[in-house]
């Protein structure tokens, strides 16, 4: 094989990688749409109890409660607290992030 004919052959691998990656990413980026569970949540969560912190982790505030379940004085990230089956900074990050 000569030098041009690997060249070429490196380019078009290169290529169809890109023509995979690519639409796998686009995929991956598009929110998907809250489940009913999440819904359900996202109403028992008042955003004033609730901070983002500059790690993107959140904490809940001496008040904080989701339902009538006391929640108050936690730090977590997204997968660390699941509250009826729901990621609960999951559901934060949706419904409270530009507050």
Not at 20 to 36: E, G, L, R, S, V
Request: net charge positive.
């Amino acid at each position: 094989m000569r030098r041009g004919e690997f060249i070429s052959l490196k380019a078009y691998v290169i290529a169809g990688c890109f023509a995979i990656i690519t639409p796998a990413d686009f995929a991956h980026a598009q929110p998907k749409k809250p489940t009913a569970t999440e819904d359900t949540l996202a109403a028992k969560i008042k955003c004033q109890h609730f901070q983002k912190n500059s790690d993107g982790k959140w904490t809940s505030s001496p008040n904080a409660t989701i339902g009538k379940m006391d929640f108050t004085g936690h730090t977590f990230g997204v997968g660390e607290v699941d509250v009826g089956g729901e990621d609960l900074a999951t559901v934060l990050n949706r419904k409270c992030v530009a507050h």
